[in-house]
């Protein structure tokens, strides 16, 4: 089993920033991807950027040069790094990764975090 905690949601003025922090955990498993949705209030859920085990991302077009996703393998942690942040970017962020158990047998896992509330107002 895998547990994901997200943290560093919070109030920010336009053109802030923020770090979102996700942080995998549990016993015998390996990271093949992690990704970070958002859902704001009436709206879908929607996928704002992934990052694979080997280090490709991907972004949503809204967020592209704005925000980053790494990830620190050795901690089973991604940060998503929002820049410039818009009032539109107000939404509750979730993380979700995609493990494998390394034991047999070999399970692919797939986990949401309990998602963290980013607000951007003035």
């Known amino acids: 089993q895998v547990q994901l905690v997200e943290s560093g949601g919070g109030l920010v003025q336009p053109g802030g920033s923020l770090r979102l922090s996700c942080a995998a955990s549990?016993?015998?498993?390996?990271?093949?991807?992690m990704n970070w949705y958002r859902q704001a209030p009436g709206k879908e859920r929607e996928l704002v950027a992934d990052?694979?085990?080997?280090?490709?991302?991907n972004y949503a077009d809204s967020v592209k040069g704005r925000f980053t996703t790494s990830m620190d393998s050795a901690k089973n942690t991604v940060y998503l790094q929002m820049n410039s942040l818009k009032p539109e970017d107000t939404a509750v962020y979730y993380c979700?990764?995609?493990?494998?158990?390394?034991?047999?047998?070999?399970?692919?896992?797939?986990?949401w975090g309990q998602g963290t509330q980013v607000t951007v107002s003035s």
């Open positions: 549990g016993s015998r498993f390996r990271v093949n991807a």
């Open positions: 979700y990764a995609v493990t494998t158990t390394t034991t047999l047998p070999l399970v692919t896992i797939r986990t």
């Open positions: 990052i694979s085990s080997s280090g490709n991302t």
